[in-house]
């Protein structure tokens, strides 16, 4: 090699190198500003086992308000209304249910398992001072893992639903398990569904949240974005 061979291959070098520098630069902010994906978390996690509630205790209420227009969304955001839970959280929920039965009460669910893009997607469309009503799905919601469970009351006498201190999804103070506005019943009603809910440890209440409820083993299950239809149960192979 010659100067002017030196020359010239350094030159070549150091466009090469500029170049790379470019293209890792605009690889990592796109990267920056695209979802990745649900998050994976440490694991291990103990295997899904979503099962329909429906399917188990055909007497528990749905009015799956995210299979209407009618939640905060103002859209459908699932095409079927229907609700799973991990199998232990199921059956906890519904010896809640049963039990209520003996105080004319049974339970109403409104939302369980969601997939991991609709978590996504409440982000993106709630303004940041209101975000404390919805999960970051860069953690994940508890509903991703099967293990949350939004729930209501229906009064067995008259089939209609208990009215709370707010309504459900609202985003206000109303929501509050420590709000002490609204009348004497309203708090009642919300405070049995905690009561009931509670009373064997095997769900949680989110304060800011009456109807939400989390199961205590939910670390214990994996942040998952498969949609209703492609879940099977025990009783029901997929097909
Ligand atoms: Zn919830």
């Not at 291990?44 to 209407?68: G, N, Q």
């Not at 905690?194 to 769900?203: I, L």
Request: net charge neutral.
């Amino acid at each position: 090699m010659n100067q002017k061979d030196i020359e010239a291959f350094v030159k070549k070098y150091y466009r090469l190198l500029a170049i790379f520098c470019i293209v890792v630069s605009i690889a990592t902010a796109v990267m920056a500003q695209t979802p990745s994906g649900p998050p994976m978390g440490p694991g291990p996690y103990r295997p899904s086992a979503l099962v329909e509630l429906v399917k188990l205790d055909p007497t528990i209420r749905l009015d799956i308000r995210y299979a209407t227009a009618d939640n905060f969304f103002g859209k459908a955001v699932y095409s079927e209304p229907r609700a799973f839970l991990q199998r232990p959280a199921a059956d906890a929920l519904l010896s809640v249910h049963r039990r209520l039965k003996a105080q004319g009460y049974g339970l109403v669910v409104y939302d369980a398992y969601r997939p991991w893009s609709v978590t996504k997607l409440f982000w993106d469309i709630t303004p940041p001072e209101k975000r404390v009503f919805v999960a970051d799905p860069a953690v994940g919601s508890v509903h991703n893992r099967g293990c949350a469970v939004d729930v209501g009351l229906f009064d067995l006498r008259t089939g209609r639903e208990v009215e709370m201190t707010g309504a459900y999804d609202e985003m206000t103070e109303r929501s509050f398990v420590t709000y002490t506005g609204g009348t004497v019943e309203q708090r009642a009603r919300r405070d049995l569904l905690r009561k009931a809910m509670e009373q064997d440890g095997y769900f949680f209440v989110y304060p800011e949240e009456w109807w939400h409820y989390n199961f205590k083993d939910s670390r214990e299950y994996a942040i998952q974005d498969i949609p209703f239809s492609a879940i099977g149960s025990p009783s029901e192979p997929k097909k």
